[in-house]
Each structure stands twice: as structure tokens, then as C-alpha cells.
């Protein structure tokens, strides 16, 4: 069964830094794109970054320039740099990847991001 388990939300001042993770299991060839979108309340889902398995990546143009996206391939995990942050980043973020060579996608739980003005 994929899961896909994400890792360092918190609570963090306007300005601060947040890193977070997200370490996917139950495949065996890996994954393809992996990305992160977020939800804030009472707003849809969108994405803030996504990345391809050779590394090409795409941002929201909200959180560019501060917002970096890296994987590690070898274990199957995605991260999120999040430097510069804002109230408006404030949001449940979620993990989504592809297995590769598959049109399924899955959803971590969701780890939550508040920053305090």
C-alpha cells in the first residue's frame, strides 16, 4: 500500500524558516513527480511546488524566490524549503506523488504551517 507520511510543520514568526518533509513507502520503483500543495481555511487546494524525478521543478509565483523544492530518489522522500515566510503561507500542507509509470496519484495527511504576524 503507498503511503506517503510528511514531517515539520510548526509555528513560526513572519520571517521565519520552515522545512518540511515527506518520505513515501510501499513502492518499488519509486516515484515520478512529487509535489507539495497546500489548503488554507476556507480556501481550495493549490499547488506550491512540484518536481520531476530528474529534478526539473515549477512554483506557485506566490512563494517563489522563497520556496525551494529537493528530493532525494534513493529514499523516496521530498522536501520543502521554506525560507521568507508570510501570514498568507499560513495552510495545511500535503504531500503528492506519482509512482512512476503510474496515472495514480496519492495524498499524505498533511502537516500544518501557521505564521504569526
Known amino acids: 500500500q503507498v503511503r506517503l507520511v510528511e514531517s515539520g510543520g510548526g509555528l513560526v514568526q513572519d520571517g521565519g524558516s520552515l522545512q518540511l518533509s515527506c518520505e513515501g513507502f510501499?513502492?518499488?520503483?519509486?516515484?515520478?513527480?512529487m509535489a507539495w500543495y497546500r489548503q488554507a481555511l476556507g480556501k481550495s487546494r493549490e499547488l506550491v511546488a512540484e518536481?520531476?524525478?530528474?529534478?526539473?521543478?515549477n512554483y506557485a509565483h506566490s512563494v517563489k524566490g522563497r520556496f525551494t523544492i529537493s528530493r532525494d530518489n534513493a529514499k523516496d522522500m521530498v522536501y520543502l524549503q521554506m525560507n521568507g515566510l508570510k501570514p498568507d503561507d499560513t495552510a495545511l500542507y500535503y504531500c503528492?506523488?506519482?509512482?512512476?509509470?503510474?496515472?495514480?496519484?496519492?495524498w499524505g495527511q498533511g502537516t500544518q504551517v501557521t505564521v504569526s504576524s
Open positions: 510501499g513502492v518499488i520503483n519509486g516515484f515520478g513527480t
Open positions: 518536481i520531476t524525478r530528474d529534478g526539473g521543478a
Open positions: 503528492n506523488a506519482y509512482p512512476r509509470w503510474s496515472q495514480e496519484d496519492y
